[in-house]
């Protein structure tokens, strides 16, 4: 069988997939040499690696009901953990992180902790134990073990509300990289952006989207860490920077203290084009409140142990043991790009504001900054700004302001890498994006044709019928999220915080009693997924629209409201209502015992 | 007491272990931010608190994960739970 050998070649095929990329890289390298503009190096990266993943996820083309929707559970360890890295780190973590970590310091490394810890909540808590159960989705296991089809629905409400949020942010970020890289307007460039995420899943589901990302995450990893240790190294800071940056780190707060924060009047303020921010705050030292940050962190773990999108990562695996060890790997993969993105925030902001680096701007005259050409490219792109506010002629370090994304974008040309890095980090960018929305719009798709057409509508649909319903909500969820992306309503990380929020207000407890409580019932649950997260809605509504909010919960936070109301919510009906059968009760036992048939086999 | 249920009590302490570990790095340490960012420890030169936000917490979190999923392989195998071929 073809396919038992594809599975059996893995580490060749990759690795043949990997070489290839990196004689592309060189190849465009010596393109830009012999003088190729930097527009169509930009257009041949993307475009190239697009093609690529298309075309894999047309050979993985399956009618299979197990290969669609788990992959026929047969994804080994290590490279579902790339796969599941992919799927986890989206747009914003790719583009946006780095940036957070620039402006925000501490504070915002809060989610750096919370979106790590949280896979050690996946690995004890949850993913083998889903997995034991054998199940197709996430709402299929609160539909079997719980009982009854309210809660199954409930569950797949909670999904479809979080993964929406999340996936709307991700076709944007798809839209964003594409409009820049190709040249085409946004409105036109989101719908290029689906074509190439529905490419990718359409015709293979959960298998092809398996193999893409593998392959998304190969090119995402290369295109963050090459310039973070090009960069480390043309600046001199070290040839490991991850060990080594600790001088860099010294001198930011000496020169930080050196320039002084100076705070900006409202009206000098108002000059400034949107979505640009200043250094505003110490690049090291700890400048958010303990509450603060541990409530952030809090809701990132406890939303990352509820995103269906990547426990379903884990229902792919050939067994229960390789599904734990999977999240390690995952997490591994992860911290390969997290732990580099401080780094890259470090370097990015030294070689800007220190004025004894040949890159340094802070110190010079705003005439000569007006002059230098990445200065120029990136003003025009509305992600740079100068603006001589005290009119003393040199530029101080309050009068320069840049966006968020410019940190990963913008930071290999400023060093003076060559344009190929820059293709290469569009490249990362887009594939980050496509594999996170991929993921997501397969989890929703998934529930609906699964859990709301198989399992409540139509049982006795035959396979093929159903694996095109599959399909044409796929298409269909993909449409919605392109048309709403194209709205512009929000931005990128901020929907992505509040996902995370979502999933934890409404799946996190009714997820983890349902394998650790074996007296939590139907009832119990449907309670607290509906009640955790109507009361997180509302929570964000309230403070959205001007409330004070309490206990210094946030808007980013809510899911700490949601899911204490779920908590409670669930106890407490479930205490006053029956116990389980003792039915139930039995596949709670058989879900904890790694051997055997899955619970679902067995039925 | 069955079986099973030895098998369960020992997964359960050991997710308490791992909980508890889990909880020192991502919650614990920072309820004392400002007060580890001036300790003279300083892991490859960095403010400690800086440094576990970048690579500590973290790099823990990865080792914890491999460490546990070790030890309940050994839990399952103690008491023949282990998965054989043919499990499906």
């Known amino acids: ?603 | 007491m069955s079986k099973q249920e030895q098998h369960w009590e020992k997964t359960r302490n050991l997710l308490f272990i791992t909980l508890a570990i889990w909880f020192v790095f991502s919650i614990g340490i920072f309820l004392f931010g400002a007060e580890m960012q001036e300790s003279n420890i300083r892991p490859f030169g960095y403010p400690l608190t800086y440094w576990f936000t970048c690579q500590g917490s973290l790099a823990i979190f990865v080792i914890l994960i491999f460490w546990f999923a070790g030890r309940q392989e050994k839990i399952d195998d103690e008491f023949g739970f282990s998965e054989r071929e043919g499990d499906k």
């Open chain 1, 1 to 603: 069988m073809i396919k038992g050998k594809f599975i059996d070649n893995l580490p060749k095929v990759y690795g043949i997939y990997t070489g290839g990329f990196l004689v592309f890289i060189i190849l465009m390298a010596i393109a830009e040499q012999a003088g190729m503009s930097a527009k169509l190096i930009g257009i041949f990266f993307v475009a190239f690696t697009v093609l690529i993943y298309a075309l894999i996820g047309w050979l993985s083309r399956t009618l299979q009901v197990d290969a669609y929707y788990v992959a026929g559970r047969q994804v080994p360890t290590v490279f579902n953990g790339m796969a599941t890295a992919a799927d986890w780190m989206s747009g914003a973590s790719f583009v946006a992180m780095a940036g957070g970590i620039y402006f925000k310091g501490y504070g915002y490394m809060a989610l750096l902790v919370g979106w790590t810890g949280g896979y050690v909540l996946v690995a004890s808590l949850l993913a083998p134990y889903l997995r034991k159960f054998g199940c197709y989705t996430v709402p299929d296991f609160i539909g079997t073990r719980y009982g009854g089809n309210l809660a199954r629905f409930s569950a797949v409400i909670v999904l479809t509300v979080a993964s929406f949020t999340y996936v709307t942010a991700q076709i944007n970020a798809t839209g964003t990289i594409a409009s820049v890289a190709l040249d085409i307007p946004f409105g036109i460039a989101v719908y290029v952006g689906l074509a190439s995420i529905l490419m990718c899943s359409m015709l293979g589901g959960m298998r092809a989207v398996t193999w893409t990302q593998v392959a998304q995450y190969i090119v995402l990893i290369i295109a963050y860490l090459l310039p973070v240790f090009w960069i480390s190294s043309k600046l001199g800071a070290g040839f490991f920077p991850h060990f080594m940056l600790a001088d860099e780190v010294a001198r930011i707060a000496e020169l930080e203290g050196q320039f002084g924060f100076v705070k900006n009047s409202a009206a000098d303020l108002a000059t400034v084009p949107k979505g640009l921010a200043g250094i505003t705050k110490a690049h090291s030292s700890v400048n958010a409140t303990p509450w603060a940050f541990i409530s952030l962190a809090v809701c990132m773990m406890a939303g990352t142990a509820s995103l269906p999108h990547v426990m379903m990562r884990y229902f792919t695996t050939p067994s229960v043991r390789t599904a734990r060890r999977s999240v390690g790997w995952s997490l591994f993969f992860i911290f390969l790009l997290y732990s580099s993105a401080p780094m890259l925030a470090t370097l990015s902001k030294l070689s800007l504001i220190d004025p004894t680096l040949p890159t340094g701007i802070i110190g010079k005259t705003i005439a000569e900054v007006q002059a230098i050409d990445w200065y120029q490219n990136w003003n025009q792109a509305n992600l740079m700004f100068i603006s001589d506010f005290n009119g003393n002629g040199t530029l101080e370090l309050n009068e320069f302001f840049m966006g968020g994304k410019a940190v990963v974008l913008a930071t290999p040309e400023i060093a003076g890498l060559p344009y190929v890095i820059s293709g290469l980090v569009a490249a990362g960018g887009m594939a980050a994006a496509m594999s996170t929305a991929d993921g997501l719009v397969l989890a929703i798709s998934n529930a609906l044709s699964h859990d709301i057409y198989y399992k409540i509508i139509n049982p006795k649909a035959e396979t093929a019928k159903r694996l095109i319903v599959a399909r044409v909500l796929l298409v269909l969820i993909g449409f919605a999220g392109a048309t709403i992306a194209a709205l512009e309503i929000q931005g990128i990380l901020g929907s992505v915080i509040w996902a995370f929020d979502f999933a934890m207000s409404g799946l996190f407890f009714p997820l983890v009693l349902g394998v650790w409580w074996k007296r939590a019932n139907a009832p119990g649950a449907v309670a607290g997924m509906l009640l955790g997260l109507i009361s997180g809605t509302a929570y964000l509504i309230w403070v959205r629209s001007g409330g004070s909010g309490f206990l210094g919960i946030t808007q980013l936070t809510f899911g700490i409201v949601g899911a204490a109301v779920s908590l409670v919510s669930m106890i407490v009906v479930s205490l006053i209502t029956a116990a389980p059968d003792a039915a139930t009760q039995k596949m709670v036992d058989d879900v904890r015992v790694p051997s055997g048939k899955t619970v679902l086999a067995q039925k």
